[in-house]
Nanobody
Framework: VQLQAYGGGLVQPGGSLRLSCAVSGRTSSNQVMGWFRQAPGKEREFLTAIKWSGGSTVYADSVKGRFTVSKDTAKKTLYLQMNNLKPEDTAVYYC???????????????????WGQGTLVTVSS
């Protein structure tokens, strides 16, 4: 599985941005796709994940209600809609893939085997 995240950029506080992650290579029916981010000087953190088949989702409390994950399996693309962005959302955003995770493990970074290269989101006026 190869992943390529794109769509980052500069956005003002309160604004919105949609990130995309193109998925290539073989996909699996029990594949899980996740979004993570890493701010300067901080550890990479989980944001949200979605099951490729079925679509059940998990969100971190820090983004629940502001960020929405979705997918288009026909286009093999994962999305992250981010609303009401704050300066503290500034980070490099990564998409990742894992196989066979159960819901309780979908937030665990170490469970993801495939990573995209990241796209930078800067929230600033």
């Amino acid at each position: 599985v190869q992943l390529q995240a794109y769509g980052g950029g500069l956005v003002q506080p309160g604004g919105s941005l949609r990130l995309s992650c193109a998925v290539s290579g073989r996909t699996s029916s029990n594949q899980v796709m996740g979004w993570f981010r890493q701010a300067p000087g901080k550890e990479r953190e989980f944001l949200t994940a979605i099951k490729w088949s079925g679509g059940s989702t998990v969100y971190a409390d820090s983004v629940k209600g502001r960020f929405t994950v979705s997918k288009d399996t026909a286009k093999k693309t994962l999305y992250l809609q981010m609303n009401n962005l704050k300066p503290e959302d500034t980070a490099v955003y990564y998409c990742a893939a894992a196989i066979g995770l159960i819901t309780s493990t979908m937030s665990r970074l170490e469970k993801y085997d495939y990573w995209g290269q990241g796209t930078l989101v800067t929230v600033s006026s």
